[in-house]
């Protein structure tokens, strides 16, 4: 099993991670790790500081401006709005939980 892992291909030193073929991208240990690469993964994750701060503003919003944001965002623009703030992700997934249970408001009133 370990010679598979050294028989791996691994990519150039420097190489940008969207010039990598999918197999290899993701699948680096952290230390071989391009510091590009380690500077977008980090770039990438959620803070959850800004989730804070996003469910703060969203239980600050009135009943109709939520509904305007159930209406507004789909799914194509939910899957858009994640890759622009990875922090949505946990918020949309706790919707989706919520959903499951009788709703007295939109989807995104479940947040508050």
Known sequence: MAEQDMMAPMPPQGMPPEAMPPEMQG??????????????EAMMAPDPDVTA??????????P????????????????????????LESIINMIDEQEMQPQQ??????VV
Do not use: N
Request: charged residues 20%.
């Open 27 to 40: 699948a680096l240990p952290p230390e071989a790790m391009p510091p590009e690469m380690m500077a977008t």
């Open 53 to 62: 701060i996003i469910a703060s503003r969203l239980s600050a919003m009135d």
């Open 64 to 87: 109709t401006e939520l509904e305007l944001l159930d209406a507004a965002i789909t799914p194509e623009v939910a899957q858009v709005l994640t890759k622009l703030l990875p922090e």
């Open 105 to 110: 408001m939109g989807a995104l009133g479940g």
